[in-house]
């Protein structure tokens, strides 16, 4: 059975990074052909693709957020990371770790329970 947990601070001041792992059991990150993804869904509003970072460990990212995003992995411990710098309280959201079927698919087979992250002083 695979499982995906999302861990990192539930409260991030304006302006400073935020950062959250997932860890992942059940399978492997290098696995072909998965894309392992950051999904996120602010109060009120749908979800939002974030980025990814494929079995190979190639990176792509939303264009509105490319600026600000970096997903990196470390597959010793089988994780993959989220880091959003200059946050603003529009970057309030419950995020998502999530399994593509391929790094372009909008398909997701496995999906952590999401981590609640606010955005304030």
């Known amino acids: 059975q695979v499982q995906l947990q999302e861990s990192g601070p539930g409260l991030v001041k304006p302006s400073q990074m935020l950062s959250l792992t997932c860890t992942v059991s059940?399978?492997?990150?290098?696995?072909?052909?998965?894309?392992w993804t950051w999904i996120r869904q602010p109060p009120g509003k749908g979800l939002e693709w974030m980025g990814a970072?494929?079995?190979?460990?190639?990176?792509y990212y939303s264009p509105s957020l490319m600026s600000r995003t970096s997903i990196s992995r470390d597959t010793s411990k089988n994780q993959f990371s989220l880091q959003l710098s200059s946050v603003t309280p529009e970057d309030t959201a419950v995020y998502y770790c999530?399994?593509?079927?391929?790094?372009?698919?909008?398909?997701?087979?496995?999906w952590g329970q999401g981590t609640q992250v606010t955005v304030s002083s």
């Open positions: 059940g399978a492997s990150i290098t696995t072909n052909y998965y894309g």
């Open positions: 999530a399994r593509g079927l391929s790094i372009w698919s909008a398909v997701y087979d496995y």
């Open positions: 970072i494929a079995y190979d460990g190639n990176t």
